[in-house]
Structure formats: C-alpha cells, structure tokens
C-alpha cells in the first residue's frame, strides 16, 4: 500500500514556474524504490493525461511532448518524494497534476494511466490566460 500526497500547485502567471512535490508513504516490506513514478494531470472536461515519468532509481525519464523541455521530474528516494519543476508555465498547463505509483522494477509503457496502482488527491495549477 502506497499513500501519496502531492504538494505546490497553485495560481501563476504564464511564463513563471511551479515546483510539485509528491510525498509517498510506502507500507512495511515495500520501500518507495519500488515504484515506477507518474505525474498525470486533468484539465475541465478532458480526460487525464500524461506529463512525466521517472524510473525507480531516477535515472530514467520520459516526458509528453507539450511539456518536453519545459518540465523536468525527478525523485529523491531517501526522501520518498518525487518532483516536477514546471517552467515557463502556459494556460494550457492549467490542470489538476496527480502523482501516481507503479509497482514495477521496469519502466516501460510509463504513458498509461491504467497501469499505475496508487494515485495522489490531486494538486491545481492555474495558469490565467
């Protein structure tokens, strides 16, 4: 059992940066390495979407193409916390950014939604247009 509670969104201007943070609690005999870590997002009226990936030991990433060179994830695995920086920030990146746990030692397929086993409550970003 993962519990995961993202953090750092907020209200920003186009142009500016954000930083989310997305704290796992892992249950005893799994450890937060364990897990293949998503970030997803849901815009009003559209389905969830994928934004990023990064593999157990962080040294492997894969991002969407409308925020490649924009956004980077990244973990720190002795602080069972994954990030996403967000720069430059666009309206169309007005969303509600869920992090998600896949219990996998492979990192393939980190696209689909279905395949992740633990979601977070969500955090908002709004980016006025």
């Known amino acids: 059992q993962v519990q995961l509670v993202e953090s750092g969104g907020g209200l920003v201007q186009a142009g500016d940066s954000l930083r989310l943070s997305c704290l796992a609690s892992?249950?005893?005999?799994?450890?937060?390495?364990?897990?293949?870590m998503g970030w997803f997002r849901q815009a009003p009226g559209k389905e969830r979407e994928f934004v990023a990936a990064?593999?157990?030991?962080?040294?492997?990433?894969y991002y969407a193409d409308s925020v490649k060179g924009r956004f980077t994830v990244s973990r720190d695995n002795a602080k069972n916390t994954v990030y996403l920086q967000m720069n430059s920030l666009k309206p169309e990146d007005t969303a509600v950014y869920y992090c998600a746990a896949r219990r996998s030692s492979m990192f393939v397929r980190p696209t689909k939604p279905n395949l992740y086993d633990y979601w977070g409550q969500g955090t908002q970003v709004t980016v006025p247009s």
């Open positions: 990064t593999s157990t030991s962080g040294g492997s990433t």
């Open positions: 892992v249950a005893s005999g799994r450890t937060f390495t364990d897990y293949v």
